[in-house]
């Protein structure tokens, strides 16, 4: 513990991240440790029970609870999404994929359930480089934080997709989309539906889409880092920043299948060790493992590889690594298809996800270990991440 305490303290003295908390689960024992501060202003410390916005580590919590749905046989992987949102029925694509937006053409297959959860349904991102992801920071998709997750997707279905489905992997919205599919079929509110299926039956109990009054100064401040001069900063608005989307911290009405969700790093590791078995410690059972299994299984092609999230500003030079270039994709996460490119670390089928502030987690079910990462750093450097796990490889 002190030796990654310790590798993590110079992150923090040279102030590329306020505060960092991590956790090892390996069989029956806990590693973990903290390093910093909540706020680098106040020169709060960080906490035991710190809140953090996990983002796109929202996605995977959605995926069990549509897979659950798979299972009860409510959903099927090859229905339309038109089944439920018939709002998309007049959805066009673009003819290329740096067309104008208006210059569309007819869809020749129909996106499906398992198209959102592979991310080849043809959306895209508001932060990726290219026409859609523009025109959905141009009408704001995401940018409310009083907007339910109804209106949001009507507002979707409006734009053209940007690819043909099934002919390409782009991260995308794909996953609100699954949200709200979720939230039709079993006639509720996605926070509801979290709320029952996930949160109460493995005693998630800091993990909502809004956090209490009296927990507020448990929160870590989201910072931005500057690459160009090293520094972290406030979040700043500009065009097509994932900052742009509204993170609020009481507004009942809110709930995405992309992002949104608050935990905590104990709560999150709960939700992670669920994810070798499909059971909670008390035997409560959220998936059966046949069912649990497809999210770690590879679902794409190969026509899809390499997978890549080529956000605005990327620049790809001598020391860029595509870190997913290693990985496929199952039913709402990444999975380990070949450590050989991943600097022969890592175990083949080993899976999770990632948050937009850099929060990180692993299930290896091979080691029966899960590994998180949480801090608060929007454009942070890679480096925490891979730290971490060369050295969670390394010695475990």
């Excluded at 500057?226 to 608005?237: P, R």
């Amino acid at each position: 513990m002190e030796q990654l305490n310790k590798i993590f303290t110079k992150y923090i003295d040279e102030e590329s991240f306020p505060g960092i908390q991590w956790q090892i689960n390996l069989k029956d024992e806990i590693y973990s440790g903290k390093v910093g501060y909540n706020n680098i202003e106040t020169k709060e410390p960080i906490l035991d029970n710190t809140i953090y916005r996990i983002w796109s580590m929202t996605k995977p919590v959605v995926a069990v609870a549509a897979l659950g749905l798979l299972e009860q046989n409510k959903i099927q992987l090859d229905d339309l999404i038109t089944k439920y949102l018939p709002e998309f029925s007049n959805l066009k694509v673009l003819k290329n994929i740096d067309s104008p937006i208006d210059d569309v053409e007819d869809l020749r297959t129909n996106p499906t359930i398992k198209d959102l959860f592979l991310h080849t349904a043809g959306f895209s991102y508001n932060f990726l480089a290219d026409p859609v992801g523009r025109k959905y920071d141009s009408i704001k998709l995401f940018h409310s934080d009083t907007t339910t997750l109804e209106e949001e997707i009507k507002k979707l279905a409006e734009v053209p997709l940007l690819y043909q489905p099934k002919t390409k992997w782009v991260y995308s919205v794909s996953m609100d989309v699954l949200g709200r599919i979720l939230e039709i079929v079993l006639n509720d509110t996605l926070q509801n539906i979290l709320q029952k299926n996930i949160f109460d039956p493995l005693e998630m109990n800091e993990t909502k889409f809004t956090i209490s009054m009296d927990s507020e100064h448990r929160l870590m401040t989201t910072y931005e880092f500057d690459q160009e001069n090293s520094k972290l900063h406030g979040q700043k608005i500009e065009p097509q920043k994932i900052g742009n989307y509204k993170y609020p911290l009481f507004e009942k009405n809110y709930a995405r299948g992309g992002h949104g969700l608050f935990s905590t790093l104990s709560d999150y590791s709960i939700f992670a060790r669920m994810l070798h078995t499909g059971k909670s410690v008390k035997d409560y059972k959220i998936l059966n493992e046949q069912t649990l299994s497809l999210m770690s299984t590879n679902a794409l092609d190969d026509h899809f590889f390499p997978i890549e999230i080529p956000s605005i500003g990327m620049v790809r030079d001598d020391n860029y690594v595509n870190d997913l270039r290693a990985y496929g994709w199952g039913l709402g996460c990444r999975t380990l298809l070949d450590p050989s490119k991943n600097n022969n670390l890592g175990s083949q089928g080993e899976f999770g996800w990632a948050g937009a502030a850099a929060t990180y987690f692993l299930v290896d079910n091979s080691k029966e270990m899960t590994a998180l990462v949480m801090t608060q750093v929007l454009n942070a450097s890679p480096k925490l991440k891979n730290d971490f796990y060369k050295f969670v490889y390394t010695n475990f």
